[in-house]
């Protein structure tokens, strides 16, 4: 199923729907929504589920859910090294978790109608914004959300996950992790998600270094924030602000290095026992920017255009914040 969106006021344009000579001669970009690979991959869940043979099980899942595939589907096996036998040694080794997540996977179009007034508010925040496709996928829980150039990847069996999905079947550290990542209501937050992850299309360059990469995640947090008018429910939004001192003392030790274990992507597992700071620090740096800067508008345009491949630039953007000069 595709669905197009587009605002009620002609910010985000429905190209398909409309007449070639009502069509104005700069449109705005338009914004896909495609779902069609979250039937297909119950479908194949289904059929490995019934077949007790493993090599049979691979050629039902190769041939039923990755080679019928959509781009977006491609796309998110390459960003987050899925294999056909990532997802089979998932399914086998968590049937509880996928039985109790599937009827949530349906849910994920409710958040199209907040998604197409966010997008609409991020094009009056950045007309230059670029079109992008937004795929709902079913990965083999590695990510809720990634980008791979112009498609935003979103994850619906994390994504759209709650306490009644059965977590009994796992490893310690990982019913930690989801535990406190459903606690967060990320359904409710799916339309928060994927305008972060549209903002990442947008941006440009690789990051090599740890400060790199969490401007890169900040910036993404600081827009999105703009255009919803919220930020995530994640332990990070509250807890950064609360011990900004010692964070921030600790962050400047790590930032010019290129490992970013103990600030992003980590669970729980670091000197602060809180998840994901470095998107705390981010967001600070750009927030800093954004409140220095006389033109709003210019600043969230340098945001969105900088290259993060150039540390001068991203040093740069770092100063003009503020935000870790030394107190």
């Known amino acids: 199923?595709?669905?197009?969106?587009?605002?009620?006021?002609?910010?985000?344009?429905?190209?398909?729907?409309?007449?070639?000579?009502?069509?104005?001669?700069?449109?705005?970009?338009?914004?896909?929504?495609?779902?069609?690979?979250?039937?297909?991959?119950?479908s194949a869940y289904d059929a490995v589920r019934a077949e007790a043979d493993p090599v049979r099980q691979r050629e039902l899942f190769q041939r039923m859910y990755i080679d019928q595939g959509t781009p977006g589907l491609a796309a998110f096996m390459e960003a987050k090294a899925y294999t056909a036998d990532t997802y089979l040694e998932a399914i086998r080794a968590y049937p509880a978790y996928w039985d109790t997540v599937r009827p949530r996977t349906a849910l994920a179009g409710q958040a199209l109608d907040r998604l197409e007034v966010h997008l609409a508010r991020l094009r009056e925040l950045y007309p230059d914004l670029r079109p992008a496709g937004v795929y709902f996928e079913v990965g083999a829980l590695r990510s809720a959300g990634t980008t791979q150039g112009d498609k935003v990847l979103i994850g619906v069996e994390m994504a759209t996950g709650d306490a009644s999905v059965d977590l009994s079947q796992m490893p310690p550290n990982l019913k930690r992790f989801f535990t406190t990542y459903f606690a967060s209501g990320p359904l409710e937050n799916l339309d928060l998600l994927a305008t972060h992850e549209v903002v990442h299309t947008q941006q440009q360059g690789d990051r090599q270094t740890l400060l790199a990469q969490v401007v890169y995640e900040g910036v993404a947090d600081f827009v999105a924030e703009k255009a919803t008018g919220r930020l995530p429910k994640l332990p990070y939004v509250t807890y950064g602000p609360a011990n900004d001192a010692a964070i921030k003392t600790a962050f400047r030790a790590d930032m010019t290095g290129e490992d970013f274990s103990g600030w992003l992507y980590n669970g729980a597992n670091n000197r602060f026992g809180t998840a994901d700071l470095g998107y705390y620090v981010g967001y600070a740096i750009a927030s800093g920017y954004y409140?220095?800067?006389?033109?709003?508008?210019?600043?969230?345009?340098?945001?969105?255009?900088?290259?993060?491949?150039?540390q001068a630039a991203v040093q740069a953007f770092v100063d003009a914040s503020a935000y870790l000069d030394a107190s």
């Open 1 to 42: 199923m595709r669905h197009i969106l587009s605002a009620a006021a002609a910010t985000i344009v429905c190209l398909m729907s409309a007449p070639a000579v009502a069509q104005s001669p700069d449109p705005a970009p338009q914004v896909q929504v495609v779902d069609s690979d979250i039937a297909r991959f119950w």
């Open 291 to 310: 409140d220095r800067a006389p033109d709003k508008a210019a600043a969230i345009k340098t945001m969105l255009e900088l290259d993060y491949a150039d």
